[in-house]
Every structure is written in structure tokens, then in C-alpha cells.
Nanobody, 123 residues
Framework: QVQLVESGGGLVQAGDSLRLSCAASGRTFSMYAMGWFRQAPGKEREFVAGISKSGGTISYVATVKGRFTISRDNAKNTLYLQMNNLKPEDTAVYYC????????????????WGQGTQVTVSS
């Protein structure tokens, strides 16, 4: 089992940047494919970005490609999401997710969730 704790959310203006972090504890971090999801009010939780166990394979939802960067530091048991050029439509609760499988890209792939961190982007 792995425990996930997100941090780094906040209130920013459009065009600003934020860096989210997800600290993992419990079983070996490098045994898990990791990802970020988000859920806006009244909407379903959606996949944002995923990264393989080694960090060699990365994927993004089209709406954030070119603006967000997912990365991981297996030595520090930490997952990151660098978010640049934020837009009001990026406003959501952002969740860290983990799976012992090779990859995760949907909610059904996720075995463990963090508690979420709020990101609010004003126009």
C-alpha cells in the first residue's frame, strides 16, 4: 500500500504558474506508475498526465499539452506537476494517483488516491 499527499495548490491569476507535489510513503515509490487527475465542480474526475515507473514514458491530456509537465523523483518518493500559463478552465481539485500496473490513464486504473489540492485560476 502507498499513501499519497499532495501540496502546492493555491489561487493564481491567468498566465501564472504553479508546481504541485505529491509525496508518497509506504511501499517503494518506483513500483508504481503515477498520474495526476483533476475534478472541476459539477464535472467528472479526468486524467491530466501520467508517467511510467521509470519516468521514461509520459502522456498528457490534449488540453494541457505544452503547458504542464509531469515528472518524478524516485529517490525522493515524489511526483510533480509543473503547470505554466494557467487558464481559468484549469480550476479544479488536483489528485495524485498511483497504480502498480505498467500505466494509468483512467480512473479505473488507479489503486491509490491522494486527498487532493485545490487550484483556482482567476481571469
Amino acid at each position: 500500500q502507498v499513501q499519497l499527499v499532495e501540496s502546492g495548490g493555491g489561487l493564481v491569476q491567468a498566465g501564472d504558474s504553479l508546481r504541485l507535489s505529491c509525496a508518497a510513503s509506504g511501499r517503494t515509490f518506483s513500483m508504481y506508475a503515477m498520474g495526476w487527475f483533476r475534478q472541476a465542480p459539477g464535472k467528472e474526475r479526468e486524467f491530466v498526465a501520467g508517467i511510467s515507473k521509470s519516468g521514461g514514458t509520459i502522456s498528457y491530456v490534449a488540453t494541457v499539452k505544452g503547458r504542464f509537465t509531469i515528472s518524478r523523483d524516485n529517490a525522493k518518493n515524489t511526483l510533480y506537476l509543473q503547470m505554466n500559463n494557467l487558464k481559468p478552465e484549469d480550476t479544479a481539485v488536483y489528485y495524485c494517483a498511483a497504480s502498480p500496473n505498467r500505466w494509468l490513464s483512467s480512473r479505473s486504473d488507479v489503486n491509490y488516491w491522494g486527498q487532493g489540492t485545490q487550484v483556482t485560476v482567476s481571469s
